[in-house]
């Protein structure tokens, strides 16, 4: 997989971003607003910061070389992995999987499910009465 696979990738979950709030060296992708993985446009070899469960992220560091804790990130919660340097696509998509999955668990009951299914979040009746005033 490389940079250009990775962000189709990300992209193609559902609701999903990008942006480049960090500057234009970082591509950020997010779901609901909240960031589920990072890329940096100007490293060789490409990496990204993928969240992951903290058992699971120590897990990945002791089995990829090419995965390390979260650069400028939490480093128990998240990992940064070299793209296009010998991890398996399979094993990637498998990460992003996680980290998207762990973002969208994290959002309110009422807007997990229907952002999975790519439809947006209902309104609130308060929000709702607001807007006809």
């Given amino acids: 997989m490389d940079g250009v696979d990775f962000r189709e990738y990300c992209l193609a979950k559902p609701n999903a971003t990008e942006g480049t709030p960090f500057g234009e060296t970082v591509l950020v992708f997010k779901v609901a607003g909240k960031m589920f993985a990072l890329m940096s446009l ?35 919660h998240w990992n940064t992995v070299e793209i296009d340097s010998g991890i ?31 439809v947006a979040p209902r309104r ?9 005033c």
């Fill in 42 to 76: 100007d490293e060789v070899p490409a990496t990204a910061n993928l969240k992951c469960d903290p058992d699971l992220a120590r897990e990945l560091r002791d089995r990829y070389e090419q995965v390390r804790p979260g650069y400028h990130m939490n480093k128990r």
């Fill in 124 to 132: 609130s009746a308060i929000v709702r009465r607001r807007a006809r």
């Fill in 88 to 118: 398996p696509g399979v094993e990637l998509r498998k990460m992003i999987d996680h980290s998207y999955d762990l973002v969208v668990q994290s959002l309110p009951r009422a807007n997990r499910s229907r952002r999975q299914r790519g």
